[in-house]
């Protein structure tokens, strides 16, 4: 048997996006081939992480797989903000960690929240490490390589100039919770400050707060400056890096990763809770969905306004899925658009969230989902999962999502941020009567979570790491092998 540490930026049973959906189930079916496992993650809010406390650690276990977690108040002690990719705390705690563990292979899923630095414990400690790459973190530090303005970026420029004007300001907190901060540590001169008549008071608070910036603004600089060269230098000391998509490859290789290291794994999913929920539910309305995250970047508003755009009479309704309170901001505009274009609550629905087990059962109620995300995404499990299900998908034309939709084969595109583009894409499946037929018809079986974990097992091999393999498994290793062929 030899033992997996799987390190992951966050995981079950608070945190449960296609990451960690990808991370659970390659854990489990390495347990189930005879592996020992242990997943290794952090445990971030998901809005306010300035006000952590507690325990430095924990440990669970879930669906059978054993976790160990980083919390907030390991990952937040002394915090500057080069931490964000490079912690000499965890990197001591996760060194005690590994002579515990004692794993045979460190495979990262996600650094975020570990920091790069787990990366070069495992090679002092001569561990083998390989990465499965799911978004551009080692790359960019918003992780979408998208601007504030909506532009779509290819990477840090020279000095990481670029990164000054996007990442930097996102370092420090707003005047509102800077002030929090004041009235919490320092509650003698809060009481000083809320003396003051009002606009002097907001003018005290206004000058700490620039006097704050000014002692920061150094050190973000420099932080930011360094981290296109620090994580550079750490993606290359992974022995295999495996990338879904050719976007991936081609962004990594541009950022000066190192190009023979890189290999085409494409995702899996668990197929088996799926397949036998291929059959729609009748209907005589076009039933559109969103299954995901209520984030800007997801672009949830662009499919609102496009939804918007349809003709009063169209027989069509959308319901989207995600949790409202998870960015409660953004939450609360989705609700104002929907009411801006003047939906009544019979056409848009905000349906909440559901339990992974019901994703087949969602889909038979769904003719057709949407993926309008801003960023190249990687390869969204929920297009596989939709795939599986024998459900079009409409997806932006970009990235790893029009790897995985092929127009008017599968599904069809639509361009980047642009709503009449994909409301001409609904108007197709409202006039064309055989359109939503022929793409169904389109679409191809999905690959498989037990295939995927073939080629991350040809991977380990190839990195020095052997277990005790069946007559039937040695019989198949080369092909399976050759399934992990580097992208050229």
Known sequence: MKRILLAVHKFFP?????????????????????????????????VDARHADGEPTSDYVHDGVPVHVVEESLRLDGYTFKHEYWHDGIAKHFEQLVDRFAPDLVHVFHAQNLS????????????????????????????????????????????????????????????????????????????????????????????????????????????????????????????????????????????GIREDLIE????????????????????????????????EHKGVDLLIEAFGKLPPSAKANLTLYGDLEQFPEYGKYLKECANRIGASSSKVKFAGTFPNPKLGEVMTELDVLIVPSRWY???????????????????????????LVKHEVNGLLFSLNDANSLCQQLLRLLNEPSLLASLRSGIAAERTVEEMVDDIESVYRRVGVNRAESPNESSNRSSRELRGTILR
């Open 14 to 46: 608070k945190h449960r996006a296609g990451t960690e959906v990808l991370t659970l189930k390659v854990a489990q079916e390495l347990l189930r081939r005879g592996y020992e496992v242990l997943v290794v993650a952090g445990n971030p809010p998901d």
């Open 116 to 255: 790069a630095s787990i990366i070069d414990v495992a090679c002092r400690k001569s561990v083998p490490a390989v990465f499965s790459a799911m978004d551009f973190w080692f790359v960019c530090p918003v992780v979408q390589l998208k601007r504030p303005d909506g532009a779509i970026c290819r990477g840090p420029s020279a000095l990481a100039a670029n990164c000054l004007t996007c990442y930097t300001p996102q370092l420090f907190p707003p005047v509102e919770q800077f002030a929090e901060a004041i009235e919490r540590k320092y509650r003698s001169y809060s009481k000083i400050l809320k003396a003051l008549p009002g606009a002097l008071r907001t003018l005290s608070m206004q000058g700490l707060y620039g006097t704050y910036l000014s002692g920061k603004i150094p050190a973000a600089i420099g932080a930011t400056v360094e981290r296109p060269k620090v994580l550079r230098d750490a993606a290359n000391r992974f022995q295999r890096i495996m990338v879904p998509t050719k976007i991936m490859r081609d962004i990594f290789v541009e950022n």
């Open 264 to 295: 085409h794994v494409p995702f899996g999913i668990d197929t088996a809770p799926l397949l036998s929920y291929q059959n729609k539910t009748p209907s005589d309305t076009l039933r559109i969905g969103f299954i995901g995250t209520f984030f």
């Open 377 to 403: 995404e990687n390869t969204p499990l929920v297009i596989q999962s939709a795939l599986a299900t024998k459900t079009p998908v409409i997806a932006t034309n970009l990235g790893g999502m029009s790897e």
